[in-house]
């Protein structure tokens, strides 16, 4: 299983990112991917997840309203557009399975992180 992740960069407080991570690999019917953070001297948080089979979704309470997962099915990517960033969302940015974030069981695999920072 590969997990590319791209989209991370430098943005402005109250600015926009998207960020996508292209899956590769599965052997399973469905997948569940998303995405953690973790941000220097803190620990690795979940931010958002979806179930490619129903559409189920799970976003940290930090990030509810300002960001939105979405998944084409057809290129076996995810994208999570990042909307009113605050510089509390600086991390870097992991694609990965995220079965338990939904509740369900499953492996976990991880992409290599991308930097999002919040600046001005």
């Known amino acids: 299983v590969q997990l590319q992740a791209s989209g991370g960069g430098l943005v402005q407080p109250g600015g926009s990112l998207r960020l996508s991570c292209a899956a590769s690999?599965?052997?399973?019917?469905?997948?569940?991917i998303g995405w953690f953070r973790q941000a220097p001297g803190k620990q690795r948080e979940g931010v958002s997840c979806?179930?490619?089979?129903?559409?189920?979704?799970y976003y940290a309470d930090s990030v509810k309203g300002r960001f939105t997962i979405s998944i084409d099915n057809a290129k076996n990517t995810v994208y999570l557009q990042m909307n009113s960033l605050k510089p509390e969302d600086t991390a870097v940015y992991y694609c990965?399975?995220?079965?338990?974030?939904?509740?369900?069981?499953?492996?976990?695999?991880w992409g290599q992180g991308t930097q999002v920072t919040v600046s001005s």
């Open positions: 690999g599965f052997t399973w019917d469905y997948y569940v």
């Open positions: 979806i179930s490619s089979s129903d559409g189920t979704t």
């Open positions: 990965a399975t995220c079965w338990g974030l939904i509740g369900r069981l499953g492996p976990y695999y």
